[in-house]
């Protein structure tokens, strides 16, 4: 399969189809002489900002030191928890399983409900 | 990168727009006519009760100061222009001003009589447009 | 049945969300100072958006997915993230354009100046996004917004020579202010063709779970849709060309737009267009605002549903706050609605290119449409209209910025 054109960029969704983000990198392993092999799926956070450039990329470490979820590593899916690939990459676990949602989670808790009237409509 | 292109591109545009040149002589009569036109028109739907007697005394101020600005614009760009156009611009700027003041009152015959004033004030600055055709 | 109320909503979009402030404030200038010699530009951009509406509906219809999602798939992230700042950035203005409309169009009504007007504009608009239901927002709006159909009894009322409009449906040149004619029809193309109306169109069908049997259906409403709007944005400028083209007028402030109904329809003309456009820069607004949350939303891979609570997508709802609060800014320090109106639409205008080419590429991609993919006539309408918007703002937007 091509990585490229039929991983990368690719919507994904949950287990209950519930989109919790792009594939927004792949992350590879070598080992010693075998073939190198795709291990994860990194979504959001540094491996976004790192294709727009280096600049973006420390910028979001300044802002995300002080701001948002605190969240140890970049978010990482591997790929056994992959279900299959289509227009969507879906997988077999739920969104409650990654931190993927951790940005989402944040702002609802911490902005959102505070205005009136964010929880209906 | 490219975003930076665009951001240059913005900015060759505002950097541009700091530097205009000078309108024509043309330009400016023509301006005059314009925002005495407006006046007039303005003046005209007051008199049907189609607008407000706030936003007509507005653009007739709004009117009168362009008309004057404009007057001022032409002595720079041709000292040479008649004298007669500079009367008219000046009766034209005048008209405006009284009709600001009488829209207030609600006194209609004399805006009327003013707006006559306007129009024969146009007719002259019209003129003078032409004539630069 | 669904698809007959379908059909009647999407009509009441395209003809009561037609005109906004761009499209009236280009078409209007256009009449006051060419009369009726512009109208050939109006049509084109038209034409050129019923065209590009359809595709994008097509393509949500076919692929079940929204214009910014196929973008990101297919072009990659560093792609998308360069048409989404160009878009963007342009989308951004054109809001702040419309707020300032709306609050204009306030002023006019009461008297009260109109930066005094911007906060609780933006605060309406935010909170009809912030409770009510996708088709409620976007319906209301565009119900309202015929209203706007007062430009179409004007022009009649006027009574044009419909030989000479006829005849101006064929592009020609003046013989003098050149410059001034190309930057308008730059500027009335860029109101025409706006890369916003895409992306919120196809979301629409997205969220609506168009499939391939919407396709004939989209396809009349694009069409038809977009060119009865567009028939109402040459009613604008007849109405230009035969009241404030006789009285001398150029409109170089807002001001002097708003006497353009009072010589057709004296009484009530001039409450008329204060509420045309009130209506019409409304359903614009909130149109930009989702469609900009849309484009940052669907790239990233975020929730987008406007259709659910705030709670349940709260970095897209977050996303349409902070936008709508930030385009109120600038108007509230004074800056002038129709001077960010005359920008944005001449930058639209020269950022098509980079909106639109690759969306034609999607257009022809068998991975997305299928069988349903453009013809030649689709592919050649919109790219001719493109190309000539774009040599003519590379010509005329340097010019018109040089020559004052």
Redesign the interface.
């Known amino acids: 399969m091509d990585l490229?054109r039929d991983v990368?960029?690719?919507?994904?969704l949950d287990r209950d189809d519930?989109?919790?983000?792009?594939v927004?990198g792949l992350i590879i392993e070598v080992h010693g002489d075998s073939q190198p092999r795709v291990t994860h799926l990194s979504?959001?956070g540094p491996a976004?900002f790192a294709?727009?450039?280096n600049w973006a990329a420390s910028l979001a470490k300044l802002l995300g030191a002080h701001w948002g979820p605190k969240r140890g590593a970049p978010v990482r899916i591997a790929w056994s928890d992959i279900d299959h690939f289509g227009?969507n990459v879906k997988l077999t676990i739920s969104c409650e399983d990654t931190e993927a949602m951790a940005?989402?989670?944040w702002?609802?808790e911490h902005?959102?409900?505070r205005?009136p009237?964010?929880?209906?409509? | 990168m490219k975003v930076g292109h665009a951001a240059a591109l913005v900015s060759v545009l505002v950097f541009f727009a700091g530097c205009t040149k000078p309108p024509s002589e043309k330009d400016v009569v023509d301006s005059m006519v314009s925002w005495i036109g407006t006046g007039d028109m303005a003046t005209q739907a007051w008199l049907n009760h189609t607008t407000f007697d706030k936003y007509t005394r507005e653009i007739l101020e709004l009117s009168s100061k362009r008309l004057g600005d404009q007057s001022d614009q032409l002595k720079e760009v041709a000292p040479a222009h008649s004298a007669s156009l500079d009367s008219a611009a000046t009766s034209a700027k005048r008209a405006m001003t009284s009709i600001a003041r009488l829209v207030a009152a609600n006194d209609a015959p004399d805006v009327r009589a003013q707006l006559d004033s306007l129009r024969s004030a146009k007719k002259i600055v019209l003129a003078a447009s032409d004539s630069l055709e | 049945m669904k698809k007959i109320l379908q059909l009647a909503l999407g009509l009441l979009t395209g003809i009561g969300g037609f005109l906004e402030i761009g499209s009236i404030t280009t078409a209007a200038q256009a009449g006051a100072s060419f009369g009726f010699q512009l109208i050939w530009a109006i049509a084109l951009g038209t034409i050129c958006l019923g065209f590009l509406v359809e595709m994008s509906g097509r393509l949500s219809a076919v692929s079940k997915q929204t214009v910014v999602d196929a973008l990101r798939s297919r072009f990659g992230f560093r792609f998308y993230i360069v048409v989404l700042a160009i878009v963007a950035a342009v989308s951004f203005l054109v809001l702040i354009a419309e707020l300032g409309g709306i609050a204009l169009s306030l002023q006019m009504l009461t008297g009260v100046g109109f930066p005094w007007w911007v906060v609780p504009v933006a605060f309406f608009i935010w909170v009809m996004l912030w409770k009510l239901k996708l088709d409620l927002v976007e319906n209301g709006a565009s119900a309202l917004g015929l209203v706007t159909i007062c430009f179409v009894v004007a022009a009649f009322r006027l009574h044009p020579h419909w030989g000479s409009v006829a005849h101006s449906f064929v592009p020609s040149l003046p013989t003098d202010n050149r410059a001034k004619y190309g930057f308008l029809a730059v500027s009335i193309l860029g109101a025409s063709i706006t890369p916003y109306l895409m992306f919120f169109y196809s979301s629409g069908a997205v969220e609506d779970e168009w499939d391939e049997s919407y396709i004939p259906i989209n396809r009349f409403i694009a069409g038809s849709g977009m060119s009865v709007g567009g028939l109402f944005s040459i009613a604008v400028l007849i109405a230009a060309a035969l009241t404030l083209r006789p009285a001398g007028i150029n409109i170089e402030k807002f001001e002097q737009s708003a006497l353009l109904l009072t010589g057709a329809l004296p009484r009530w003309g001039f409450v008329l267009f204060a509420l045309s456009l009130a209506f019409g820069c409304l359903g614009a607004a909130l149109e930009i605002s989702l469609a900009l949350s849309y484009m940052f939303a669907q790239g990233l891979g975020w929730n987008w549903s406007e259709n659910e609570p705030a709670q349940r997508d709260a970095r897209f709802s977050l996303l349409y706050t902070i936008m709508i609060a930030l385009a109120a800014i600038p108007l509230l320090f004074g800056v002038d609605p129709i001077q960010v109106t005359m920008i944005s639409m001449a930058l639209t205008a020269a950022s098509l290119p980079f909106s639109i080419v690759p969306f034609l590429f999607l257009m022809n991609d068998k991975e997305f449409c299928g069988e349903h993919r453009n013809g030649w006539v689709s592919n050649s309408v919109v790219v001719i209209v493109i190309v000539i918007a774009f040599v003519l703002s590379v010509i005329a937007i340097p010019l018109q910025v040089m020559g004052g």
Do not use: A
């Open positions: 490229v990368l960029d690719k919507r994904l519930t989109i919790i983000g792009r927004d979504v959001g976004v294709r727009i450039g227009r940005w989402e989670d702002i609802g902005i959102i409900s205005i009237g964010g929880g209906s409509k």
